[in-house]
Protein backbone atom coordinates (compact mmCIF):
# COMPACT_ATOMS: atom_id res chain seq x y z
CA UNK A 1 0.00 0.00 0.00
CA UNK A 2 1.17 3.18 -0.81
CA UNK A 3 0.61 7.04 0.67
CA UNK A 4 -1.95 9.03 -0.99
CA UNK A 5 -3.55 12.42 -0.81
CA UNK A 6 -6.69 13.75 -2.72
CA UNK A 7 -7.50 17.32 -2.54
CA UNK A 8 -11.54 17.87 -3.57
CA UNK A 9 -13.36 21.02 -3.81
CA UNK A 10 -17.28 20.79 -3.39
CA UNK A 11 -19.89 22.77 -4.46
CA UNK A 12 -20.48 25.97 -2.04
CA UNK A 13 -24.08 25.28 -3.67
CA UNK A 14 -25.04 21.88 -1.51
CA UNK A 15 -26.00 21.60 2.40
CA UNK A 16 -23.44 20.76 5.09
CA UNK A 17 -25.50 17.99 5.59
CA UNK A 18 -24.23 16.74 2.16
CA UNK A 19 -21.39 17.98 2.31
CA UNK A 20 -20.48 15.67 5.35
CA UNK A 21 -21.98 13.11 3.72
CA UNK A 22 -20.01 13.18 0.97
CA UNK A 23 -16.72 13.61 3.03
CA UNK A 24 -17.63 10.33 5.07
CA UNK A 25 -18.59 8.57 2.04
CA UNK A 26 -15.22 8.67 0.54
CA UNK A 27 -13.34 8.16 3.47
CA UNK A 28 -15.86 5.08 4.26
CA UNK A 29 -14.65 4.17 0.70
CA UNK A 30 -10.99 3.77 1.57
CA UNK A 31 -11.51 2.34 4.56
CA UNK A 32 -13.89 -0.58 2.88
CA UNK A 33 -11.42 -1.54 0.97
CA UNK A 34 -8.75 -2.22 2.46
CA UNK A 35 -6.87 1.48 3.10
CA UNK A 36 -6.65 3.46 6.23
CA UNK A 37 -6.98 7.40 6.36
CA UNK A 38 -4.73 9.14 7.90
CA UNK A 39 -6.51 12.38 8.32
CA UNK A 40 -9.13 14.93 6.83
CA UNK A 41 -8.60 18.30 6.77
CA UNK A 42 -11.71 20.52 5.81
CA UNK A 43 -10.26 23.93 5.08
CA UNK A 44 -13.55 25.46 4.31
CA UNK A 45 -15.04 27.60 1.94
CA UNK A 46 -12.51 29.17 -0.32
CA UNK A 47 -12.37 31.56 -4.05
CA UNK A 48 -11.49 29.47 -6.70
CA UNK A 49 -8.54 30.90 -9.03
CA UNK A 50 -11.17 30.97 -11.75
CA UNK A 51 -15.01 30.16 -12.50
CA UNK A 52 -15.66 26.28 -12.39
CA UNK A 53 -19.54 25.54 -13.59
CA UNK A 54 -20.00 28.96 -12.77
CA UNK A 55 -19.17 29.20 -9.22
CA UNK A 56 -16.54 31.59 -7.93
CA UNK A 57 -15.76 29.46 -4.06
CA UNK A 58 -15.82 25.99 -3.15
CA UNK A 59 -15.44 23.91 0.04
CA UNK A 60 -11.93 22.56 0.31
CA UNK A 61 -11.26 18.84 1.94
CA UNK A 62 -7.83 17.54 2.00
CA UNK A 63 -7.86 13.90 3.13
CA UNK A 64 -4.20 11.79 3.65
CA UNK A 65 -5.00 8.13 3.60
CA UNK A 66 -2.91 4.50 2.42
CA UNK A 67 -4.40 2.01 -0.07
CA UNK A 68 -3.06 0.46 -3.46
CA UNK A 69 -3.30 1.89 -6.44
CA UNK A 70 -6.71 0.12 -7.75
CA UNK A 71 -8.84 2.07 -4.82
CA UNK A 72 -7.18 5.11 -5.54
CA UNK A 73 -7.77 4.84 -8.95
CA UNK A 74 -11.89 3.62 -8.83
CA UNK A 75 -11.90 6.64 -6.43
CA UNK A 76 -10.96 8.83 -8.88
CA UNK A 77 -13.65 7.63 -11.12
CA UNK A 78 -16.17 8.20 -8.83
CA UNK A 79 -14.99 11.55 -7.99
CA UNK A 80 -16.02 12.64 -11.70
CA UNK A 81 -19.44 11.45 -11.92
CA UNK A 82 -19.87 12.86 -8.66
CA UNK A 83 -22.08 16.20 -9.04
CA UNK A 84 -21.09 17.91 -6.02
CA UNK A 85 -17.24 17.79 -6.56
CA UNK A 86 -15.89 20.60 -8.73
CA UNK A 87 -12.29 19.16 -8.86
CA UNK A 88 -10.52 16.73 -7.62
CA UNK A 89 -6.35 15.72 -7.75
CA UNK A 90 -4.69 12.68 -5.96
CA UNK A 91 -1.35 12.30 -5.72
CA UNK A 92 0.94 9.27 -4.47
CA UNK A 93 3.39 11.25 -1.56
Known sequence: MANYEVLYILS?????EEREA????F???????GGTVAGVDKWGLKPLA???????EGHYVLMNYSANADTSIAMG??????ENIL???IVKK
Open 12 to 16: PSITD
Open 22 to 25: TISK
Open 27 to 33: KAYVESN
Open 50 to 56: YPIKFKT
Open 77 to 82: KLMLIN
Open 87 to 89: RHI
